[in-house]
T-cell receptor, first 111, second 117 residues
């Protein structure tokens, strides 16, 4: 049982480049979320989804897009990377009665 | 708006000492969930406990115990007889969305616990 799988684990981007962080879960969870973790700030919610075709913004959505075409996948797109987006990104999934299960994280550096 | 405060940024103890990590939260909802997660040096997030707002019973799991007090909006975490393997960052988190307990979390800033041999 893989749980929540994030790819890639590490990525270096140049300012202005775009990329997609992948997230897949195999637990048939309806809820999925993206968080970023910065030193001294805990984890902050970027975007979340309550089911296929439904997404909404979290606390820090600017510069990121998401879509949810299937229950399993919830990719996070950086449209034009900026140094302020250097962070560790975590994807999570949950059902109505469970805690959030997190992926291993993606460490992104924007230079 | 909801908020979680972990006032202790770093704690350092010697092995076998007991240590309590504080968590204070703010919410306007009457239905909410509280969580503790552990993040070891390897970086993954490990779920420790979930507590809903209607259950104020304290919980003990081995060396871990949790004290939930709605009157003071606190959900503190105690490690008894700490071990070096307990060294990690610990996060307290709050979810206001009823049954969707894990879908939108507000995290505290985290407490870095270092247990020295």
């Amino acid at each position: 049982n893989a749980g929540v799988t994030q790819t890639p684990k590490f990525q270096v981007l140049k300012t202005g480049q775009s990329m997609t962080l992948q997230c897949a879960q195999d637990m048939n969870h309806e809820y999925m979320s993206w968080y970023r973790q910065d030193p001294g700030m805990g984890l902050r919610l970027i975007h979340y989804s309550v089911g296929a075709g439904i997404t909404d913004q979290g606390e820090v959505p600017n510069g990121y897009n998401v879509s949810r075409s299937t229950t399993e996948d919830f990719p996070l797109r950086l449209l034009s990377a900026a140094p302020s987006q250097t962070s560790v990104y975590f994807c999570a999934s949950s059902s109505s009665y469970t805690e959030a299960f997190f992926g291993q994280g993606t460490r992104l550096t924007v230079v | 708006a909801q908020k979680v405060t972990q006032a202790q940024t770093e704690i350092s103890v010697v092995e076998k000492e007991d240590v309590t990590l504080d968590c204070v939260y703010e919410t306007r909802d009457t239905t909410y969930y509280l969580f503790w997660y552990k993040q070891p040096p390897s970086g993954e997030l490990v779920f420790l406990i979930r507590r809903n707002s209607f259950d104020e019973q304290n919980e003990i799991s081995g060396r871990y115990s949790w004290n939930f007090q709605k009157s003071t909006s606190s959900f503190n975490f105690t490690i008894t007889a700490s071990q070096v393997v307990d060294s990690a960052v610990y996060f307290c988190a709050l979810s206001e969305f009823g049954l969707a307990s894990g879908s939108r979390l507000t995290f505290g800033e985290g407490t870095q616990l270092t247990v020295n041999p």
